[in-house]
Each structure stands twice: as structure tokens, then as C-alpha cells.
């Protein structure tokens, strides 16, 4: 019976502690969906319960951010970024990557740290001198900038990924391509590159997020609401002086976070499998 | 003519020569061994003669071609990897047709070869499994397979049975020797093995430290190996080497035996301190040392696992012999010198 009882007591306290850390995962989701669908006065009055509709729920803030803000423009910035940065980035740490690990000797190691420090350099430091570049190269108030400067922290980390991800797959199944009738491009292509699919994914979705995410060089390079990305768009065109739009606000972070969500989500296995592929497979 | 040869190949890698000036050729359809201790160089060769890796020096000639700014690809190579280097996300048709696809061979072709190739190897029921859903036996012939199908000039195989557990092996050497003498294509095989390279090599080339050390039949290299590493690396246990004035002496265990079980007069008799006996079912190894010749390692001695049982204990001295015949003389530079000189 204790036994019985102590199992019990394992699984319960097992739980609530995966159900305390769902809350506290889930709630910042909560409350944007909340405040997205309710009326300012709800909003606004401090006596009403915060954590629930005092009053009916509205789509006034939805309309609004469809309709006199250039939400949908700053969405299809971002992800017409996001895609182009990670085209930038698998084309330059797809090859990168792959000599690397394929390098002879410890010089490649050392570069391969090299390259991770380099992501290391904060953007708050970087985008002095970047700025520079941008307006030299006269991309100043546009959003291929940002096309431009995003790889400069995606390349590295990403290289750095793929590296230990081709390590791990054994060099005898190249070396067999290039016996059997492969240049070493061939090589790569036909046989490394279909069994890299988890670490091209987990690339993938690391850049495509980073970019997502990023801040500083955006409100660095662009003032043109229609250049903007969406997190830029959203944090300078919704909050006006001291007047915040808290629902046009909320709901704009609440829509550009799901498409995120859900790619997680279909791709978790394959990104943890991604990450660690170096790690387990040895 | 040789199908392939070899010519002053060297490689060295930053002061220390991995290959280190070794010539050889291997005849057509020959089956060659590389044989020597982990290390000493032998894979690094096979990889310069399949062009994986570059000699620093030297030159390599396949059908009596100079390949030497050859490609892979275009060696008329195949090779058979330590663990197979199969395609791990293709089929096991698609990893055999691999070769012939780069080749843009004509799909009707192509099935046929492989089919062929598949059926020699009896894999066929394999067909569409991946490489992770076989056995380490099955890979080793779909490997083979593979090898196959291309239609080389030279087989290359890197330790390809080093992956397979103890009894696997022995049917596997003999499947592979079988298939070799079938396809009669030119074999060279690497390997660290002495059962391997004795029982499947045409002929044995024994390598250490980057060098060639004997090249021969196993007949050869094991009744006149040409210095004490050849003699010391074959066989089990190793040839006995004793000191002599001018450098060694050495015989094999199984010709060092008591006194009684050998007639004839051209004897060398050794006294023989037994310090310890193991039985090993068919045999007995007896080992200890000689009163009077000292020797770096403990002297060995394999009997008959009955011969003369009840004469010998661990703890005894009795009187051992061999046939002058059997006896082996190495200078002080440890190479092979003519018999009969001073013992």
C-alpha cells in the first residue's frame, strides 16, 4: 500500500509540475489573446478582473490592425526577409559547413570556432559599423538591408550547426560517392545532403526565426513604415508617445507568432534530432 | 601484365612518412594482401591507389596507365569501405545501381547489371530494404554488390570483414575468396589479420612503419620470412628468436619439440625450462625459456595436444630440438642471412 501510495504521489507531483510549467509557458499567449479581443474600457478599467471579459468581446482592434495599419505589409516583409535570409544562409553554410568538417587537420577547428565567435558580437556593438556599410552601399530606408546584415548572425551560428552535423556522418559514404563516379560536389549533393535533411530543417527554422525576432538593426536602418518588418512595424507604428494600442498590439503579436508555433511544432523531432545530431551520433 | 602497379609510392604527412618509397604490382586477377600491425601505413596506401588521398611522391599505374592526376572516378576503381560506406537513405537496389547511375548507364542496363550483381551475391530478396534494416554480413555484400557493378579493373577493400563478429568472418572470407576466384578481378585487400591474409591472399605483402617488408606467396612469407618482423607478426605463437653470436635465431613453435618425437641427426637441441602449459583442445602451447639462450620473449612451444602428455610438466627441464632445416638466421639488423652460419 505504500508503494502504491508512493507512486501516487510520484506521478501527482510529476504532473503538477508539468501542468505549473504549462501555465507559465502558456500564459503570456493567454493574455495577448485576451486583451486582443477586448474593449478598451475593459482594458483600461482597474477594477474589472484583468484574467477574464468583464465586458462582451470585440473585433475592433483585429479591423483596426487589418485596416489602418500596414500590419499585413510589415508580415510580408518579414517573411519575404526571413525567406531570403535563409536562402543567403543555407547557400553560404551548406558548402561551408561541409569543408569544415571534411577540413584535414586542427586548422579547421580553430576556424570553426572563429566563425562562432563571431556570432557571439553583439548587434548593439555590430550596428555602428553596419550602418555604415549600408549607407556606402545606399540601402539606407530599405528593407534589403536587412537582407543584407541578418546572414552576418545566421552564417555563423548556422555553419557552426552544419559542421558538427556533417561530422557526424561518417566520411567513408562521401568517399564512396566519389569512388563511385562523383566529383566531390556530386558527392555532396546526392548523398550528403539527403541525409542532412534534420540539420537543414533545424537551419531552416533557426534562421527564419532569428530574423523573425530582430530588433536593433531594424529600428536602426528603416524609418518608412512600409520597409518595416514586423516587429519593428509593430512596436513603432502601435505605440504613439505615450498612447499604447494594447489590443491592435497584442493581436498583431499574436498572429505573426503562430505561423512560428506551428512550424515547431511540425518539425520539434527533427529539430532536436538536428541539434544534437552531432552530439549522440559521434 | 600488372593490373595495377605501384612505383617508389611515398606520403608523408608533416616529418613522418606514413608510405615510405613502396613499389609492388598486382597481377591480373590477383588477389593481394596488404599486411601489417594498425597504423602502419597500408590503408593510407590503398587510399593513394584509389586516389583519396595523394602520394607526395611516386607513381600509380592501373591497366598500365600512369593515374597519377586521375580522379577517382576515372581510376576504374572500386572499394569496399571497413564499414561499407553504404547510402544510408537509398535502397539496397538503388546503393548497388549508384555507381551506374553517375555513369548514366541505360535504365534497361542497369537493371540487368544489378540484378546480375544482386543474384552473385545472393541478396536479391534484399532489394528494397535500407542499408540500417541488414546485417553486418548483408552490408558486407551489398558493398561487394556495389563494387561489382561498376566492372573495375581492381578491387580495393579496406578491412571489410573487421565489422563482422568472430564466426561471421570465417564464412565470410571463405564467401569472398569464392566470389573473388569467381569474378577473377584483381583484388587488393588490407588487413591486420594474418588468418585472413594467409588463407585468401595469392600473394602477401607485409607492411610496417610505411615500409615494404616482404612481398610474397603465404608459403613465402611464412617459411622464409626476410627479417624477424615478418617472421615475429605470423603466426601463432610467433616464430621463437634466441640470441646468437651475430644476431638471432629463430624457429616456430610447432617445429620446437621434445627430443623423443624427432628422428634424423641434423637436430639443434635446446634445453627447454617449461614454466607454464595451456591446452587448447587440439594442441598444447608450452611456454618457458632455453638454459643458456637468453631471449627477449618467452620461448614457445606447440605440441600435439597428446604427444609426450605425460613427460611434460609446468616446472620441468626437458630436452627440445629442432630441425636444422627449421631453423631461421638474422643479422643484427634482424634480415634474413644464409643458413648455416655460425650458430
Known amino acids: 500500500m505504500t508503494t502504491m501510495a508512493r507512486r501516487i504521489a510520484g506521478t501527482g507531483s510529476f504532473y503538477s509540475a508539468v501542468v505549473l ?43 483596426y490592425l487589418f485596416t489602418d495599419t500596414l500590419f499585413l505589409r510589415w508580415l510580408g516583409n518579414s517573411a519575404l526577409i526571413g525567406v531570403c535570409v535563409v536562402a543567403i544562409t543555407l547557400v553560404v553554410s551548406l558548402p561551408a559547413g561541409y569543408s569544415l568538417a571534411r577540413m584535414p587537420g586542427r586548422a579547421a577547428e580553430n576556424l570553426g570556432i572563429g566563425i562562432f565567435l563571431t556570432y557571439l558580437v553583439p548587434p548593439t556593438l555590430l550596428f555602428l559599423p553596419l550602418s555604415r556599410v549600408i549607407s556606402l552601399l545606399g540601402l539606407q530606408d530599405s528593407l534589403w538591408s536587412l537582407v543584407l546584415v541578418y546572414p552576418t548572425f545566421t552564417i555563423p551560428f548556422c555553419t557552426w550547426l552544419l559542421m558538427g552535423f556533417f561530422k557526424s556522418v561518417p566520411r567513408e559514404i562521401d568517399e564512396a560517392a566519389i569512388v563511385d563516379g562523383c566529383t566531390m560536389v556530386g558527392a555532396f549533393v546526392k548523398t550528403i545532403l539527403p541525409l542532412s535533411l534534420p540539420a537543414i530543417l533545424t537551419v531552416i527554422i533557426f534562421a527564419f526565426t532569428l530574423t523573425m525576432q530582430e530588433f536593433v538593426y531594424a529600428l536602426t536602418f528603416i524609418s518608412s513604415s512600409d520597409q518595416k518588418p514586423i516587429t519593428l512595424g509593430v512596436a513603432t507604428d502601435l505605440v504613439r508617445g505615450d498612447v499604447y494600442y494594447w489590443g491592435e498590439l497584442m493581436g498583431a503579436a499574436l498572429i505573426s507568432s503562430i505561423p512560428v508555433a506551428i512550424a515547431y511544432n511540425l518539425f520539434l523531432d527533427r529539430f532536436i534530432s538536428g541539434i544534437t545530431g552531432g552530439a549522440v551520433k559521434g | 601484365m600488372a593490373a595495377v602497379a605501384a612505383r617508389h609510392i611515398r606520403k608523408q604527412f608533416g616529418d613522418v612518412f606514413a608510405v615510405n618509397d613502396i613499389s609492388l604490382s598486382v597481377n591480373d586477377g590477383e588477389f593481394l594482401v596488404l599486411l601489417g600491425p594498425s597504423g602502419c601505413g597500408k590503408t593510407t596506401f590503398l587510399r593513394i591507389l584509389a586516389g583519396l588521398e595523394s602520394q607526395t611522391s611516386g607513381d600509380i599505374l592501373i591497366g598500365g596507365e600512369n593515374v597519377n592526376e586521375v580522379p577517382p572516378r576515372a581510376r576504374g576503381i572500386a572499394m569496399v569501405f571497413q564499414s561499407y560506406g553504404l547510402y544510408p537513405h537509398l535502397s539496397v537496389f538503388n546503393n548497388i545501381a549508384f555507381p551506374l547511375k553517375t555513369q548514366n548507364t541505360p535504365r534497361d542496363e542497369l537493371r540487368r547489371k544489378v540484378d546480375w550483381a544482386m543474384r552473385l551475391l545472393s541478396i536479391d530478396h534484399l532489394s528494397s530494404r535500407r542499408p540500417r534494416q541488414l546485417s553486418g554480413g548483408e552490408r558486407q555484400r ?40 569467381t569474378v577473377r578481378t584483381s583484388t587488393v585487400y588490407v588487413t591486420h589479420d594474418q588468418v585472413e591474409a594467409m588463407g585468401m591472399g595469392d600473394r602477401i605483402a607485409v607492411i610496417d612503419h610505411g615500409q615494404l617488408r616482404q612481398i610474397g606467396t603465404p608459403t613465402e612469407i611464412y617459411d622464409q620470412p626476410a627479417d624477424e618482423f615478418v617472421a615475429t607478426f605470423l603466426g601463432t605463437p610467433p616464430m621463437n628468436l634466441v640470441e646468437r653470436e651475430g644476431g638471432s635465431l629463430g624457429f616456430r613453435p610447432e617445429h620446437f619439440l621434445p627430443r623423443e618425437m624427432l628422428n634424423g641427426s641434423a637436430l639443434a637441441e635446446m634445453p627447454f625450462r617449461i614454466d607454464r602449459m595451456e591446452y587448447l583442445g587440439s594442441e598444447r602451447i608450452l611456454y618457458g625459456e632455453i638454459e643458456g639462450r637468453p631471449s627477449k620473449r618467452i620461448v614457445t612451444a606447440k605440441l600435439p595436444a597428446h604427444a609426450a602428455s605425460d613427460q611434460l610438466r609446468a616446472g620441468d627441464r626437458h630436452a627440445f630440438a629442432v630441425r636444422c632445416s627449421e631453423l631461421h638466421y638474422f643479422d643484427r639488423e634482424g634480415r634474413r642471412t644464409r643458413e648455416g652460419a655460425v650458430q
Do not use: C
Not at chain 1, 24 to 51: C, E, H, R, V
Not at chain 2, 158 to 171: F, V
Open chain 1, 21 to 63: 510549467l504549462v501555465l507559465f509557458a502558456a500564459f503570456p499567449f493567454y493574455w495577448m489573446l485576451i486583451t486582443t479581443f477586448k474593449q478598451d474600457g475593459d482594458l483600461y478599467n482597474l477594477q474589472s478582473i484583468p484574467y477574464w471579459f468583464n465586458e462582451s468581446p470585440t473585433m475592433e482592434h483585429i479591423d
Open chain 2, 142 to 181: 551489398v558493398a561487394l554488390a556495389r563494387a561489382l557493378v561498376r566492372e573495375p579493373t581492381v578491387f580495393l577493400l579496406d578491412e571489410p570483414l573487421s565489422n563482422l563478429d568472430a564466426k561471421l568472418r570465417t564464412s565470410a572470407r571463405s564467401e569472398l575468396k569464392q566470389f573473388q576466384q
